[in-house]
């Protein structure tokens, strides 16, 4: 489609209207000069089951909004880092480091009990849970990605993100055709979209508790803080 009708093109998935970007150079502008014109989300189930009513930042639909979650984001803190400037991803460099080599010693590793035969591995898993790994350290200071524990945190987070990330990209009915929605009941995602909801709550809600009773004893580690440390 995209040699026939060029590198931008729109039709309709059911009432939505979609644009089809083929092309860096027009994804570039998209998201540079007119970034403006796209800081927003069609309304979605999962923007309002999983995404607290549209109100989480990658779910807004209103761009009023949005822009004062940006602002609210940008705060400066009272150490004057922002939260998402350079200075910030500075003080996190020893979590991208620390997760590389622990993946580059965990293939070597699987190399060393492999012997001389060839070692085949699943980049694909491997480097997913490289940057979940990454996220999660630099967010929570903790690793349930790739060669840890079995314990119930590690694997509750699993569960939670996985299914969270996993029912983002299902096609819902009622994205499209709105009156058709009892159909996303029948095949059983509004509920599942609210179990995971209440799972990634539960996730969130622990590492938030874990911080704050960290600040009362006193406990941080000055050394190797994560997101919410700083």
Same mark, same amino acid.
């Given at each position: 489609m995209a040699d026939k009708y060029g590198p931008i093109f729109c039709f309709h998935i059911g009432l939505r209207k979609t644009s089809v970007v083929s092309s860096w150079e027009v994804a570039k502008e998209c998201f540079t000069t007119m970034d403006k014109a796209?800081?927003?989300?069609?309304?979605s189930l999962a923007g309002k089951l999983m995404g607290y009513d549209h109100?989480?930042?990658g779910f807004s639909p209103c761009r009023a909004y949005c822009h004062d979650v +940006?602002?609210?984001?940008?705060?400066?803190l009272d150490c004057e880092v922002e939260?998402?400037? =350079?200075?910030?991803?500075?003080? $996190?460099?020893?979590?991208?480091?620390?997760?590389?080599?622990l993946f580059i010693k965990e293939l070597y590793g699987q190399w060393i009990q492999n012997g001389d035969r060839p070692l085949l591995v699943e980049m694909k898993e491997k480097c997913w849970h490289l940057a979940a790994n990454v996220?999660?350290?630099?967010?929570?200071?903790?690793?349930?990605?790739?060669?840890?524990?079995?314990?119930?945190?590690?694997?509750?987070? +699993?569960?939670?993100?996985?299914?969270?990330?996993?029912?983002?990209?299902?096609?819902?009915? =009622?994205?499209?055709?709105?009156? $058709?929605?009892?159909l996303d009941t029948v095949r059983g995602?509004?509920?599942?979209m609210k179990r995971t909801a209440r799972e990634v709550d539960q996730v969130l809600g622990s590492w938030v508790e874990e911080h704050g009773w960290k600040r009362v004893f006193g406990s941080m580690?000055?050394?190797?803080?994560?997101?919410?440390?700083?």
């Open positions: 796209f800081a927003t989300q069609p309304r109100s989480m930042f +940006r602002n609210l984001a940008s705060i400066v939260l998402f400037s =350079s200075h910030q991803l500075e003080l $996190l460099n020893h979590v991208r480091d620390s997760e590389v080599q996220v999660v350290s630099a967010v929570a200071g903790k690793r349930y990605f790739g060669a840890v524990t079995n314990d119930y945190e590690p694997r509750q987070c +699993r569960k939670a993100l996985g299914d969270f990330l996993y029912l983002l990209g299902i096609f819902m009915v =009622s994205d499209a055709i709105p009156f $058709l929605g009892w995602y509004t509920a599942k580690n000055k050394a190797h803080q994560d997101f919410q440390c700083i």
